[in-house]
């Protein structure tokens, strides 16, 4: 069965600092692997989504960035954090044969950036 | 960008109640989700809807395409129904979903 592992769970961070949130899915392959942000007292939001290894493609703009090193991990990385970008990560999978799959969430990191 | 509006913002039932959340949206869709989020944040899809109806133990959704309309229906609410319930859409275009804002769910006992 599929599977996704998201970590860490939890995260503090002074501001100016790197990230690194990784995901990976086992028990499928090429997935369709995204991630999305949710800020406090709003909605999910799409940051980052890929179809293969490489193959990166952002919808905000903003100071992250995402890599796809290997068809199964997903990293949301930045080089120094802002306040702003607290809020609840969560990475997401879909099958990439339909689109209209059902989606699989990670169980998401929660990041406050201090 | 589809634009996915949810109703009630927040609601509060008793045990035993019969709950409706609503969501309509703006442009055609390849699919509507409905998701669960419980206080510590973790999401689980309860359903994918293209057309009709689904059920899953107390829970019911319902999509009219036409409409662009998408309603989810708990039977017989318990506490631990207790959550936020969020509708999103996967566009004809693929790959990415929509959200809506979400319905936070209270059932008192």
């Known amino acids: 069965s599929q599977t996704i592992h998201q970590w860490p769970a939890t995260l503090v961070q002074p501001v100016g600092s790197p990230l690194s949130l990784e995901c990976t899915v086992e028990?499928?392959?090429?997935?369709?692997l995204y991630w999305y942000r949710q800020a406090a007292g709003r909605g999910l939001q799409l940051l980052f989504y890929s179809v293969g290894i490489g193959q990166i493609s952002s919808e905000v703009p903003q100071n992250l960035s995402a890599s796809r090193p290997q068809d199964r991990q997903f990293i949301l990385s930045s080089k120094k954090l802002l306040l702003s970008d607290s809020g609840f990560y969560l990475c997401a999978w879909s099958a990439p044969w339909d689109t209209a799959y059902g989606y699989t969430f990670g169980s998401g990191t929660r990041l406050t950036v201090v | 960008k589809n634009e996915v509006e949810q109703s009630p913002q927040n609601l509060t039932a008793q045990e035993g109640e019969f709950i409706t959340i609503n969501c309509s949206y703006s442009v055609g869709i390849s699919a509507l989700h409905w998701l669960q989020q419980h206080p510590g944040g973790g999401i689980v899809s309860l359903f994918m809807l293209s057309s009709g109806k689904k059920k899953h133990g107390r829970l019911i959704a319902t999509i009219n395409i036409q409409e662009k309309h998408s309603s989810l229906h708990i039977t017989a609410s318990h506490p631990r129904d207790s959550a936020v319930y969020i509708c999103a859409v996967s566009g004809n275009s693929g790959y990415a979903l929509n959200f809506g804002k979400g319905t936070s769910l209270l059932v008192t006992p």
């Open positions: 028990g499928t392959s090429n997935p369709n």
